[in-house]
């Protein structure tokens, strides 16, 4: 009992130095070596006089509870928690004075707290861009609310670079018998070859593509061209969108599509435009729905030539099935729901 007092003294006198409760264990190896208390009290003296007792007295044990787990560690945990969301659960267990099963049952099942890691976002989005896409969203579920049927006259485009990605490890994954050796394959880095494609498509599918020719940058003067052959698209394809002229469209905010000859010639031609939130890729039907689809498709095949790349992206453009586009009001209602944060799929982030 003596010896224990005694260690406790130089516990609390470590404590006064500023040690922390693992400096201080590590002391106490040194110098009490066989005779040394155990890492358990150790700790859980530090813990008292960090928490404001004086007395070195022990206790009596007739039925006292645990206290690593009390109140007292709970807030104290909680306040680290609350100022470093980064701490490890080693490094609180450290700053608080209670072992690394007692902090990780505070933090687990006291406090309901788990550890995730950040999601990378298109932007981080400020009080107005939020409020934009809220707004954004709400104007064409009003247009919904008026035509039924306005989902369906709608065409959107968008603009797809495409290079060789090597295939994830969900993609290379095989079934393998008990004792067989786990599948080994290089590691490759993607590909310098890309191609450009700018495509636009409605809930019955793609109505006109074009890749952009080698060097050829997407500006104003490449653009007309396009929306001149997308109109000609539509008016054979759609020929009743055509006719009663009630088709619309929607493309993305690039440079070349806000400027004035883009804007003169869609007005020219009475083409209605719907707006699109910038740094939207969960409100674009190219971002959630196209373009994934056919990356995943093509992702981990290397194909050698831009002619390739090119007939091969043209094969599965039109493979892809159309109905995850009937996603697209639902996604409104979510982003109106979330008041303009991002989300992935049906689930609200």
Not at 137 to 149: A, F, G, K, T, W
Not at 198 to 226: A, C, L, M, S
Not at 231 to 250: D, F, G, H, M
Request: net charge positive.
């Amino acid at each position: 009992m003596k010896d224990l007092e005694e260690q406790c003294v130089c516990v609390k006198f470590c404590f006064k130095l500023g040690k922390t409760a693992t400096e201080t264990w590590k002391m106490f190896q040194q110098a009490f070596r066989d005779e040394c208390m155990s890492r358990t009290q150790c700790f859980e003296w530090y813990s008292h006089f960090k928490t404001g007792r004086t007395s070195i007295e022990e206790d009596p044990r007739s039925g006292r509870p645990s206290t690593s787990t009390g109140d007292v560690h709970i807030n104290a945990v909680h306040d680290f928690i609350l100022q470093i969301r980064r701490l490890t659960i080693r490094e609180i267990a450290e700053d608080v004075g209670i072992s690394f099963g007692s902090c990780q049952a505070i933090l687990t099942k006291k406090l309901n707290m788990h550890h995730v890691t950040a999601k990378f976002v298109p932007r981080v989005l400020t009080k107005d861009r939020k409020a934009n896409r809220v707004n954004i969203s709400q104007e064409l579920l009003d247009h919904v609310s008026v035509d039924e049927n306005f989902l369906k006259t709608i065409i959107t485009g968008k603009t797809w670079v495409y290079g060789y990605d090597v295939e994830t490890k969900a993609q290379s994954s095989q079934w393998v018998g008990q004792g067989s050796p786990r599948p080994r394959k290089a590691r490759m880095s993607q590909s310098n070859m890309k191609v450009m494609l700018v495509v636009f498509f409605d809930w019955q599918g793609v109505i006109h593509y074009k890749f952009v020719p080698r060097g050829q940058t997407v500006n104003k003067e490449f653009y007309v061209p396009v929306l001149k052959h997308l109109r000609e698209a539509v008016r054979r394809k759609r020929p009743q969108l055509w006719t009663n002229q009630s088709w619309v469209l929607q493309h993305d905010n690039a440079p070349a599509h806000s400027l004035y000859l883009v804007h003169n010639f869609l007005a020219k031609n009475e083409t209605t435009v719907v707006p699109q939130p910038p740094y939207s890729p969960d409100l674009a039907p190219a971002d959630f729905f196209l373009f994934p689809k056919l990356k995943c498709t093509l992702k981990g095949r290397c194909l050698d030539t831009f002619d390739e790349i090119q007939k091969n992206s043209t094969k599965e453009l039109f493979t892809i099935p159309k109905e995850a586009f009937q996603s697209w009001q639902k996604r409104w209602e979510q982003c109106v729901a979330s008041e303009g944060n991002y989300f992935e799929g049906d689930k609200l982030e």
